[in-house]
């Protein structure tokens, strides 16, 4: 059996009702990124699972990701929130990466919503703005459907669409009614764990890349195979080097996701109300 397989999956997801103690009836699921995962504390009558108890989930070592499954209510409907990732760059395969969205699906969730911190190629963009993630380049150059057809899955998913229009709306239609601004562009997955250059930076640029970051791509792809709905958020916490002057570092990523988390939790609350 693969081990971050459908059937995999299907067995993690059992694991999980077990813990939780009833089937979920989840309307999406909700992947949180580095720093974004106050919006777990916001989550109503939760329960919570630790990815150590979930067959096929390994530990989170980045600071910012919590590492717990979360079953509650978020804008007076059912959700599931990943608390958390395990990246490429910690040496996890792009199958590994992609398969807690098999297991969300295998939970009923069908809609699939992912947040990241990225850093800013646009220079219109500033750091703390989100931004609608409305396409992606995946420059990871490897891919979680690589290997044997799983049972379920599109051998040839079409991408033309990777985050849904009707997602993308709802979200500006979530933002308006709250007195969100949001940006719109597209992500550049890379693999991590270094920042880019300035060099590498002005090459996404004209690639078309309106923001960077290390996760994210996997999980959409997998989600395009297995047939769910993407819906896309990346926190823009910085500006890519060589726009900016200033070093980065991870602190200061986590630092401004906590400064846009009552933005943001508006935001998802709002958008989970009306999908």
């Known amino acids: 059996m693969n081990p971050h ?13 077990e813990k939780l103690g009833a089937d979920p009836r989840p309307v999406a699921a909700i992947i949180l ?12 009558n939760a329960t919570r699972v630790r990815y150590a108890d979930i067959p096929g989930f390994h530990a989170t070592n980045v600071a910012g990701h919590r590492g717990e499954l979360i079953r509650g209510s978020l804008g007076g409907r059912e959700v599931l929130a990943l608390a958390g990732r395990f990246h490429m760059y910690e040496g996890y395969s792009a199958r590994a990466a992609g398969f807690p969205v098999r297991v969300v699906h295998a939970l009923g969730a069908r809609v699939l919503f992912a947040s990241n911190a990225a ?25 979680p459907l690589i290997g044997p057809i ?9 991408m033309s669409e990777p985050y849904s ?3 993308i709306k709802a979200l500006h239609d979530s933002a308006a009614a709250n007195g969100i601004s949001l940006r719109q562009g597209v992500y550049g997955g890379l ?16 690639l078309g890349a309106d923001a960077i970051g290390m996760s994210t791509v996997p999980e959409t792809i997998v989600a395009a195979a297995i047939g769910m709905e993407v819906a896309g958020v990346s926190l823009i916490t910085n500006a890519a080097a060589g726009i900016s002057s200033t070093a980065l570092n991870h602190a200061d990523v986590v630092a401004v996701g906590a400064a846009a988390a009552v933005r943001f939790s508006g935001l998802v609350g709002e958008f989970v109300s009306r999908i």
Do not use: C, W
Not at 33 to 44: F, V, Y
Not at 150 to 158: L, Q, S
Not at 192 to 206: D, F, H, Q, S
């Open 5 to 17: 397989g459908a059937a995999a999956a299907a067995k993690a997801a059992d694991a999980v009702r």
């Open 33 to 44: 990124g580095s720093g974004l995962g106050d919006l777990a504390d916001r989550i109503q």
């Open 119 to 143: 850093g800013g190629v646009n220079r219109a963009f500033d750091p703390g703005d989100l931004m609608v993630i409305e396409d992606h380049l995946n420059l990871m150059f490897q891919n």
């Open 150 to 158: 799983e049972p379920g899955d599109t051998r040839f998913p079409d």
């Open 191 to 206: 693999l991590g764990p270094a920042y880019e250059t300035p060099a590498e930076v002005r090459m996404l640029e004209r």
């Open 165 to 167: 229009r009707r997602l």
